[in-house]
Structures are given as structure tokens and as C-alpha cells.
């Protein structure tokens, strides 16, 4: 069956049964699957929904950039598209693949605000609209910091904007140059769960359920230093998985048992064996 990510005002799904009710049309079909990110996309408000008597959420190709949302299974879109105004080409669909919260990738079906009614500068919410999308983003355990990031129209920030790394990239070793040279705000020990193989002159990381320890590179902003590591780390994009050595995706990190959300790169080659304790040391 077909996936439906949701980030914003349908995420609180009572509020989109009420409008299914008012505009007499049968419940919604939307099942939970997983919390997601929308990667290299943000949240923009430079809609004004008529509706909601202000700015609406939309979404933008953003490098370095994660949309906090939802993943459903649905039965159809029909009712979808037709409470974000497809057929007055207000939205429109799109297909797009989304990080679940294990670090899998899906394939998925979103919403984005057609080009003709994007405003060239951005648009205010209304109080009651950021209550309601808060509402759903809290039902579903989603981080808000996009969503207060875009309501202030910090548009021009990436988030998530700090990088695990547990190979080359870490300090002491080769390529740590890269990480320096962006200009961190701080680097910190740090943990993830998985494995990590040994592909003899970089490790790589995999899911499983042992814990890898590496570093937690903060940044203002990531999306050119991305740029740079996906060159390194031979990731061609998310359209172009198979020709891709790793991929890029957002992982939990456990910071002296703080949890935040960072970006990493898994290792998608032929199967290795593991580093001992998950700790790389050199090759």
C-alpha cells in the first residue's frame, strides 16, 4: 500500500477527521508507520492559506536540511488532495524518499505548495495554525525545532546542524582537516547504536544493535561542508542509491545520555567484519 509523510497540519489527525466531517467525506486512512525526515528539504512559510487566515507549511529543497514529519500507510489520496486544494493547484503531490527513525530508507508520497502561490517573502502563521501542527508533532514524538526555526523565518539555517563521524573524519586522523575547516562550534564524544566493519583503511557503519563510538561535530550551518563529504564518502543523492558507496542519513546520538539527532553516513557496500567494541582506532 501506498506512504503518505505528513508534516504539518495533518499530523494532528483530529483536526483532519473534523474537516472531513465538515466537508462530508469518510475519515481519513491513515495508518502510523514510523516517525521520518524529509532529507534536504526545510520548512518554509511563503504560502497564505485562505483557510487558515495565514502562513501554511511547505516544503523546500534545502542541501543539509530535514523536515521532521510522519510516515502513514494510506488507502488512497483522494481525500488528501482534496483538503490541500490539488484540484485549485494550491498543492500538489510529489513522490520522495524519506529516513525513517531507524535509518532506513522509504519511498513516500508529500504535499508541496505549487510555484505560482509561493509569495516571494514569507508569510506569518497564525497562532491557532502552529498549535495545531505542534499538537500532531508532539503526538507522534517529532522534533519541533524545524518548525520553530520556520515560523521565525530562519530559513537560511540547515538543521540538523551537527555530524557524527567515527572513521577518517574524527581528530587525530586524516581527514579531519575537513571538519576543522567549517569552523565547528564544538566537538563532543558521542555514541550510536550499530555496527561497525572494518573495510581496512576506513571503518564503516551499519545498523545493529551493538554501540559505535565516534564524535559529535556541531556546526551553524552544514549544508557546504555536506556538499564536500558526499563527494568523499562517494553518496550520489538519493535518487541515485545504488551507484552510491554510502549513504547519508540522520541517525539518535547519545551525548553523556542527551539524545540529539545527527547526520552520518552508512556504509551500503558488501559485508566485513566488525571493529572490535565498535571504537575505530586507525587502519
Same mark, same amino acid.
Given at each position: 500500500m501506498p506512504r503518505y509523510f505528513?508534516? =504539518?497540519?495533518?499530523?494532528?489527525?483530529?483536526? *483532519? /477527521? !473534523?474537516? &472531513?466531517? !465538515?466537508? =462530508?467525506? @469518510?475519515?481519513?486512512?491513515?495508518?502510523?508507520? $514510523?516517525? $521520518?525526515? *524529509? #532529507?534536504? %528539504? &526545510? *520548512?518554509?512559510? %511563503?504560502?497564505?492559506? #485562505?483557510? !487558515? @487566515? @495565514? =502562513? /501554511?507549511?511547505?516544503?523546500?529543497?534545502?542541501? =543539509? /536540511? &530535514?523536515?521532521s514529519g510522519a510516515l502513514f500507510v494510506t488507502g488512497g489520496f483522494e481525500l488528501l488532495d482534496r483538503k490541500e486544494g490539488v484540484a485549485e493547484g494550491r498543492y500538489e503531490r510529489f513522490r520522495c524518499r524519506v529516513i525513517r527513525e531507524d535509518g532506513a530508507l522509504a519511498q513516500a508520497v508529500s504535499y508541496r505548495v505549487r510555484a505560482a502561490h509561493r509569495r516571494p517573502h514569507h508569510v506569518p502563521p497564525t497562532e491557532a495554525y502552529l498549535a495545531t501542527v505542534r499538537r500532531g508533532m508532539r503526538r507522534w514524538g517529532l522534533s519541533e525545532e524545524g518548525l520553530e526555526r520556520a515560523a521565525r523565518d530562519s530559513s537560511a539555517v540547515s538543521w540538523p546542524s551537527q555530524i557524527f563521524v567515527y572513521g577518517t573524519l574524527m581528530r587525530g586522523h586524516c581527514r579531519a582537516a575537513v571538519m576543522e575547516q567549517a569552523g565547528p562550534r564544538g566537538v563532543l564524544p558521542a555514541t550510536v547504536r550499530g555496527r561497525l566493519v572494518d573495510l581496512g583503511a576506513y571503518p564503516g557503519l551499519v545498523p545493529g544493535e551493538g554501540l559505535v563510538h565516534g564524535e559529535l561535530w556541531r556546526y551553524d550551518d552544514v549544508a557546504s561542508l555536506l556538499a564536500e563529504l558526499d563527494a568523499i564518502e562517494d553518496f550520489e543523492g538519493y535518487q541515485r542509491l545504488p551507484e552510491s558507496l554510502y549513504v547519508r542519513t540522520i541517525v539518535a546520538v547519545d551525548v553523556d545520555g542527551v539524545p540529539a539527532a545527527a547526520w552520518t553516513y552508512l556504509w551500503q557496500g558488501p559485508a566485513a567484519p566488525s571493529v572490535p567494541a565498535g571504537r575505530w582506532t586507525g587502519a
Open positions: 505528513a508534516y =504539518g497540519s495533518n499530523l494532528d489527525l483530529e483536526d *483532519l /477527521a !473534523r474537516w &472531513a466531517q !465538515r466537508a =462530508g467525506c @469518510g475519515p481519513p486512512d491513515l495508518r502510523f508507520e $514510523a516517525r $521520518a525526515w *524529509l #532529507p534536504d %528539504h &526545510a *520548512l518554509r512559510f %511563503h504560502y497564505r492559506s #485562505p483557510a !487558515r @487566515g @495565514g =502562513g /501554511a507549511l511547505d516544503v523546500t529543497p534545502r542541501l =543539509g /536540511a &530535514a523536515v
